[in-house]
């Protein structure tokens, strides 16, 4: 089944500590994308990838980082999580030519305390 | 300022039709999308429309462009419970990304 897999689904941690939210998918897309969810606010973009090792910000970047050594994998790194980044988090993923369908995850919600 | 611009909430009785409206920036834009966010879950692209159109029709739902107004709506004949999510309208900008609108709630009411 064609899918975007991301995890935690949920997540509680505190200030400081650092933690990943992986995502991966299964359909050999080369752009993937990380967006945030806030009420009144809709989806913002936080990073993109066109392609392996090719990493792009968006329009909310600060404090993330993201990596793609691989195809399939986009994880998203809160290096020092503050509680302005507690969100619910979205990795999307597409293929590469000029198209809009992407394909969401389920979504993470992380609270920082 | 906003990429693309949306109302955020709208309730409809279930059977009637709803309209949800949005605004955007880009004139050069391609292709113009409506995706559908149901409760607890991610978005679904839900139809979209070519620039060169004014008009698409897929089953219930109806695309209207106004590209003088860079104005899209998207109407709902006969809504029902299953319609009830957010409904989010985006466009392709440069580096081949999707700028999303803010998102409409509709709340279908039995």
């Known amino acids: 089944e064609a899918q975007v897999t991301q995890n935690p689904r949920y997540l509680i941690t505190v200030t400081g500590k650092k933690l990943t939210v992986t995502c991966s998918q299964n359909m050999n897309h080369e752009y993937m994308s990380w967006y945030r969810q806030d009420p009144g606010l809709g989806l913002r973009q936080i990073y993109y990838s066109m392609n392996v090792e090719v990493t792009d910000k968006g329009d909310v970047p600060e404090g993330y980082k993201v990596s793609r050594k691989e195809k399939r994998n986009f994880p998203l790194i809160l290096e020092s999580p503050s509680p302005n980044q507690t969100s619910l988090y979205f990795c999307a993923s597409k293929e590469g030519r000029n198209t809009g369908e992407l394909f969401f995850g389920e979504g993470s919600r992380l609270t920082v305390l | 300022g906003e990429d693309v611009e949306q109302s955020l909430f709208l309730s409809v009785r279930e059977g009637d039709s709803s309209v949800i409206n949005c605004t955007y920036t880009?004139?050069?834009?391609?292709?113009l999308y409506w995706y559908k966010q149901e409760p607890g879950a991610g978005l679904q692209l839900l139809t979209y429309?070519?620039?060169?159109?004014d008009m698409k029709q897929d089953q219930r739902l109806t695309v209207l462009l106004n590209k003088k107004d860079k104005h899209l709506s998207l109407r709902i004949a006969d809504t029902q419970t299953g319609d009830s999510a957010i409904y989010f309208c985006a466009e392709i900008k440069g580096n081949n990304r999707l700028a999303f609108g803010k998102g409409n709630q509709v709340v279908v009411i039995p």
């Open positions: 429309i070519f620039s060169n159109m």
């Open positions: 880009d004139s050069s834009s391609t292709y």
